[in-house]
């Protein structure tokens, strides 16, 4: 199976196209699931737009598939320009994993245009030393496993001869976890090295790490039920729920309650449902069914 970043021969048309408001969430939250999404929101009239444009569009195709370029009109997707605040153009986004996570606004130097597609690529893990791959891949087995001290034990070494390797790293961060020690875990994490902080490995070891914490004093599953079932205005019930299933292993459960809580009231308690949801999905893995179908779904309500 291609990796990220693999695929050495893309067609032309398959790195970059034009999105609409109906093909949006396909287009760009979705395919960024699997590869980082660029999107150039620019118009016609846009002589920024003109020169910037067949800029990104090279490098991206110089990237080999590392990323995917989408270009908006922002004349004919007014709704997708609105709902991301797009206020001058060009604007240009970048989404990893259905989010966000980097872009710029106006006309920009060639340079900088590497550099935001070369930053883009290692965020995504595109970059990640290829040398230690084995080791990594028989840690994550042993982890799977229930091997969890033998993982723990070979994501350190791999550490120890590569520091900056996020995927070991978060590796080492999710073994502890595994074992209960949440303080080592958050320790390890605390000392990552600064050019690998921000990878997006570390950010879902983050992510797990506060579902552990937050476990750690989840309510009983059955009285929060009744709560919810009894009162369904209950937010804070709901939500307590939803804590309560994840802490139990039912993370499909957590999820629905969660959706549940953003379709009545998205913006109860500043948006925590959609808070805790992007939790839960950055702890799972990318291609968990759970994350898929949520991401879906919640990106459904939030474009509708």
């Not at 350190?156 to 303080?183: F, M, Q, S, T, W």
């Not at 702890?283 to 759970?290: E, F, G, K, R, S």
Request: net charge negative.
């Amino acid at each position: 199976m291609l990796e990220l970043g693999q695929n050495a021969n893309p067609a032309p048309d398959d790195l970059i196209k034009e999105s609409s408001e109906a093909t949006f969430m396909a287009d760009v939250v979705e395919t960024s699931q699997q590869v980082p999404v660029i999107v150039d929101f620019w118009a016609p009239w846009c002589g920024p737009c003109k020169t910037l444009g067949p800029m990104l569009e090279d490098a991206v195709r110089a990237a080999k598939g590392a990323v995917k370029m989408v270009k908006v009109n922002v004349d004919e997707n007014q709704m997708i320009a609105s709902q991301l605040r797009i206020q001058s153009i060009p604007t240009v986004y970048a989404f990893w994993q259905g989010q966000p996570i980097d872009g710029f606004q106006g006309a920009v130097q060639g340079s900088e245009i590497k550099a935001f597609v070369d930053r883009l690529v290692q965020q995504s893990g595109g970059d990640a030393s290829g040398g230690l791959d084995d080791a990594i891949e028989a840690a994550e087995q042993m982890l799977a496993d229930g091997a969890v001290t033998d993982a723990a034990q070979t994501f350190a070494a791999i550490v120890g001869e590569d520091p900056k390797n996020a995927k070991a790293y978060a590796g080492l961060v999710r073994a502890h976890i595994e074992l209960g020690d949440l303080e080592q875990a958050e320790a390890i994490l605390n000392g990552a090295d600064a050019d690998i902080s921000h990878a997006p490995e570390l950010e879902a070891a983050h992510a797990k790490l506060e579902l552990a914490r937050q476990a750690e004093s989840a309510g009983p599953v059955g009285e929060l039920q009744a709560k919810v079932e009894a009162d369904p205005t209950d937010h804070q019930a709901r939500y307590d729920l939803a804590q309560a299933l994840y802490a139990k292993g039912d993370a499909q459960g957590a999820v629905d309650q969660l959706l549940e809580l953003f379709r009545r009231d998205r913006n109860w308690n500043d948006e925590a449902a959609k808070t805790q949801l992007f939790k839960i999905f950055d702890a799972l893995p990318p291609q968990d069914p759970v994350v898929l179908n949520g991401r879906r779904k919640l990106s459904s309500m939030i474009f509708a």
